[in-house]
């Protein structure tokens, strides 16, 4: 591995796609079920890569391609090494929900006083925690690192690769319940992060009016914490959509002011942020006000989006439409959960529901009581013909589904 990182050291950027060749990169030759980098480490270095990592032999080629046992632990090695040298606090951030959010604006808050690398888009797991580590330089001088999971034990190898000093968890919801097996499986795998806190002397920053974190903290033996309450976002200005974002904001104004970040400068940070990529964003067209929020979806991130939003004034609007498309990954608690979920948004009688995916579909058939003014579509496609066909006007639209759905190709036609 010192090898290795020596060479990294003198070409210090990393390439994984072959498409995307970074030039004077080093080419790690990843691999999965249906791809192997291997294949391509030879275009690699003709596309401009100083050196391709591989784990097949018959991919050697000559000088300029390094043979290891296996290119994925070859990263995430790497970039353990590459953390160790670094030297600098790296706050972890992982939950069920607004983990992305989240980062953004502990990011932006705490680059008012140091220079901050912080998660690209969401390169949250095996492979992008590594790549984020090997992305940080000597200029760096805090790292913000997002991390995701979908069953038990991943947290724990990412925590183990980033090793953080500081940590925040951002809720425990129902999400990835097929992968973890159910939700207190849930529960175990995002606390995998206080065990390598409280194992390491790090520090966790835990949300007081959440019982179930405050719980998973108290559980820690030795587990330093640092307690901060919601209120702290209240009058802060943000541009957020959704009452829920409140706990994102408040933990960005907790992290700052642990780290010593001024008041004001705090604030203009989170003012300054404006959400993008299908988060959170309230967009006008010159037909209807969106809520677009389909990056992602699961139980509790849709119930919160639902609920927030038939609680939110028309503004000037004459009606309320929900487009929800399917929450994946849920295994055997998925009809019940989307059941809920289409309870819930019927208690508007008066909401047009257009439910998107065969897991809604289902759920729908099941409910005795079907709510009125309910459409099904068995994809994004079939959405997408409808709304051209039928473009809606003078509405209040929440656009929600989890991103395998597709549903953002549907916001053009709104």
């Not at 690699?44 to 290119?71: Q, Y």
């Not at 990529?277 to 139980?299: E, F, G, K």
């Not at 809920?340 to 208690?347: E, F, P, S």
Request: charged content about 25%.
């Amino acid at each position: 591995m010192s090898a290795l990182y020596d060479l990294f050291r003198e070409h210090p950027r990393i390439s994984t796609d072959s498409r995307r060749i970074e030039p004077d990169s080093l080419f790690f030759a990843l691999h999965g079920p249906t791809f192997d980098g291997n294949r391509f480490a030879a275009e690699a270095l003709a596309k401009g890569a100083f050196c391709a990592v591989v784990d097949d032999p018959s991919a050697v080629r000559g000088e300029r391609t390094l043979l290891v046992d296996d290119t994925l632990r070859a990263l995430q090695e790497l970039a353990r090494e590459h953390r160790r040298a670094l030297s600098i606090p790296i706050l972890a951030i992982t939950g069920s929900n607004g983990k992305t959010t989240t980062k953004e604006l502990v990011s932006r808050v705490l680059a008012e006083r140091f220079t901050v690398y912080a998660t690209r888009g969401n390169l949250n797991n095996h492979i992008g925690v590594p790549l984020t580590l090997l992305a940080m330089d000597r200029d760096t001088e805090f790292g913000v690192v997002e991390m995701g999971a979908s069953a038990c034990g991943e947290i724990a190898l990412l925590a183990s690769i980033a090793q953080p000093n500081y940590g925040l968890v951002t809720n425990i919801g129902r999400a990835h319940l097929a992968g973890f097996g159910g939700p207190e499986r849930v529960r175990r795998g995002k606390g995998e992060l206080l065990d390598y806190l409280a194992a390491n002397g790090g520090r966790a920053f835990v949300r007081s009016e959440d019982e179930v974190l405050t719980a998973l903290a108290a559980e820690r033996y030795g587990l330093a914490a640092e307690y901060y309450s919601t209120r702290l976002a209240d009058g802060v200005e943000h541009h957020l959509e959704g009452d829920y974002n409140r706990f994102n904001i408040a933990a960005a104004v907790a992290v700052g002011r642990y780290f010593d970040v001024d008041d004001d400068r705090i604030r203009h940070a989170i003012a300054s942020y404006t959400p993008d990529n299908n988060r959170s964003q309230r967009i006008q067209t010159s037909r209807n006000t969106l809520v677009v929020d389909c990056y992602n979806a699961n139980p509790s991130s849709m119930r919160a989006s639902v609920t927030n939003f038939l609680t939110e004034p028309l503004a000037g609007r004459s009606r309320r439409i929900l487009i929800l498309g399917d929450m994946l990954e849920l295994g055997d608690w998925s009809a019940e959960e989307h059941a809920a979920v289409i309870r819930l948004a019927a208690t508007d009688p008066r909401a047009q529901l257009l439910l998107v995916g065969g897991e809604f579909a289902l759920a729908w058939e099941s409910l005795a009581d079907k709510p009125a003014n309910t459409t099904l579509y068995p994809s994004c496609e079939a959405l997408c013909a409808a709304l051209g066909q039928n473009p809606p006007a003078d509405a209040l639209i929440l656009v929600k589904g989890s991103r395998g759905v597709g549903l953002e190709r549907s916001v053009e036609l709104l």
